[in-house]
């Protein structure tokens, strides 16, 4: 058998069919087209059966807990009569510290039911460390490949962190260095277990997040009469924010503005061996969040059921600095120590928020752990050893890979605007290059429409300015 | 005496792709290097030292073969050293929460 990396590529289709269990040819409805929905329901559990294979081992029901000091000093920098509430869930009280345990534990329990003896994921984050945790529940074995090093075996705490919570729940760690090749080892360990993909992109791992939405809409309904105005959602890869936008949609919450906040990192390439260690974020920034609104089906499965730009109605991008000092304010005003990656949205919400009314609602959807490795004064002595210069200062000096400005007091932090509209034209151009030569139809029209959650006629001008004649 | 013994826990290296094994489109200094890993587990070889080839069992009992490059591999990520631009921002915080109060209370 060829295992060199042309030789499992070309294996690629057959090796994901075996081991995700979906036939994802059976969806495809032309070279752009696919049935969403009909690729989410393929897995065939409901909102409702996800939510008893959560409670089974332990996953969700996290609280909702509103932050009133930090409403109050945001308050403090508002235009008169602004400054919505800031509730926050509480996600680190799941098993492993995360929301991704809700993103995973369907998949896992899914996995057990169709007789598979272990799963296999690629996750540097805490993705990884929730696969380990519930397949530990469920008896299944685990194998996780995360890229760690660097090529002079130096390694991001939050990463080496992450390690040891694998390792901790018994998984087989494998610590790669930088490179794309990452989804070229995964198709190797498939092949050579016949693991299950636990990918971060199947169906049964968007159900999972759809909870989380659910949940949010329903205790602040219950709570305060009606549902959030807002809610913000760090974005990576898109599950985040399309999990929580369905469960939003599914609990009768239809109005709520979903905002996606990433961490800025424009200017730093995400395969290079020389900008890997020159981030402090390992995810929720834009080095994963841009790319896969523009492209989501850039992952390890033939179509990605995470679709961001399917659901989100803004996105909004916000410094390092602002983030490590969102991370004290939690800690020092709502004595809530989490870990920095998982604040990028509430870093994001203290911009927002002072665009709402005082009566309004705006919920921060995550928290996580925090550890050794996992914590800013451990980033921020590894930006410093890696020649990122900090100082205390305006954020809007913040250089991705350079400078690291912490905010001198809270009215600093704000939000980056960036067009989303920009992102739906380059989502439309990018599909256009990939399926180069095949002439769009109607089906494509109307699915491209649905999937950057814009309209017909948005379609066709982009199509035009593209220069591409679609069939008639 | 041996760096490591048969059951120990160890450290391998493996060497997966060298670099003209590397697909094309990397950025160069990516290019440029292996692509390597390291994985841990129970040494199955009776003795070994570093550098040499060696089996281990991981913790899901595989067996897997590669480099002996660490005996009883420890975690050294910590809690890092204090930051002097975030150790001052709680009390910044809570005496502008105070004045805001303040300022609040006056208005009424």
């Known amino acids: ?472 | 005496m041996a760096d490591a013994k048969r059951g120990e826990l160890v450290q391998i290296h493996k060497i997966i792709l060298e670099p003209d094994q590397r697909p094309d489109g990397l950025p160069s200094p990516t290019k440029s290097v292996p692509y390597e890993c390291w994985i841990k587990g129970f040494l199955i070889d009776e003795e070994a030292n570093i550098g040499d080839d060696v089996k281990i069992e991981t913790f899901i009992g595989r067996e897997i073969s590669g480099t002996l490059y660490q005996a009883n591999p420890t975690y050294d990520h910590n809690f890092g050293e204090p930051q002097k631009e975030l150790l001052s921002i709680g009390n910044e915080v809570k005496k502008a929460l105070e004045k805001s109060q303040n300022d609040n209370e006056e208005k009424i």
């Open chain 1, 1 to 472: 058998m060829d295992m060199s990396y042309s030789g499992i590529m070309a294996r690629k289709k057959e090796i994901l069919r075996r081991t995700t269990g979906i036939d994802y040819e059976k969806f495809e409805t032309s070279p752009i087209a696919f049935d969403y929905e009909g690729l989410m329901n393929s897995c065939e559990y409901s909102l409702e059966d996800a939510q008893r294979v959560l409670e089974e081992t332990g996953v969700g029901k996290t609280p909702l807990v509103e932050l009133k000091n930090i409403t109050k000093l945001v308050r403090s920098t508002s235009p008169p009569g602004k400054g919505g509430r800031i509730f926050i869930k509480d996600e680190a009280a799941n098993p492993s510290g995360s929301f991704k345990d809700r993103r995973t534990a369907l998949s896992v329990y899914h996995a057990k039911k169709l007789g598979y003896k272990g799963v296999v994921t690629a996750s540097s984050g805490n993705y990884g460390a929730a696969v380990a945790s519930q397949a530990a529940k469920r008896g299944l074995k685990t194998i996780i490949l995360q890229e760690v090093y660097d090529s002079r075996k130096v390694g991001q705490p939050e990463i080496l962190e992450k390690t040891r919570a694998c390792e901790a729940y018994g998984a087989e760690v494998w610590q790669l260095t930088v490179g794309p090749e990452l989804f070229y080892i995964m198709l190797r360990v498939l092949e050579e277990t016949g693991f299950f993909s636990a990918s971060l992109y199947i169906p049964t791992g968007i159900t999972g997040i759809e909870t989380l939405g659910y949940e949010l809409a329903q205790q602040t309904f219950e709570r305060e009469g009606r549902f959030p105005d807002m809610v913000a959602v760090t974005h990576a890869g898109g599950g985040n924010v399309t999990g929580t936008a369905r469960g939003l949609k599914k609990a009768g919450s239809h109005d709520t503005v979903v905002v996606g906040v990433s961490v800025d990192l424009r200017g730093l390439h995400m395969a290079s061996d020389l900008d890997f260690n020159r981030k402090s974020f390992t995810t929720g920034h834009t080095g994963f969040g841009i790319p896969f609104l523009t492209w989501p089906d850039r992952t390890d499965v033939p179509r990605n059921c995470a679709r961001g730009l399917r659901y989100l109605d803004r996105y909004v991008l916000i410094s390092q600095g602002e983030v490590f000092y969102t991370t004290e304010l939690l800690a020092k005003l709502e004595g809530m120590e989490r870990g920095p990656a998982g604040n990028t949205s509430l870093a994001g919400a203290i911009s927002l928020a002072r665009e709402l009314d005082r009566d309004q609602i705006l919920v921060v959807q995550e928290t996580e752990y925090t550890a050794a490795g996992k914590l800013p004064s451990s980033q921020l002595t590894f930006a410093k050893a890696n020649g990122i210069e900090l100082r205390r200062g305006n954020p809007k000096e913040n250089v991705p890979g350079k400078t690291i400005v912490i905010p001198e007091s809270v009215d600093q932090i704000e939000v980056e605007e960036f067009d989303i509209e920009k992102i739906r034209y380059s989502y439309i151009e990018h599909v256009m290059k990939m399926t180069d030569g095949h002439v769009p139809i109607q089906e494509d029209i109307v699915f491209l429409a649905e999937d950057s959650k814009s309209s017909f006629d948005f379609v066709r001008e982009t199509m035009k300015s593209l220069n591409v004649k679609a069939a008639s």
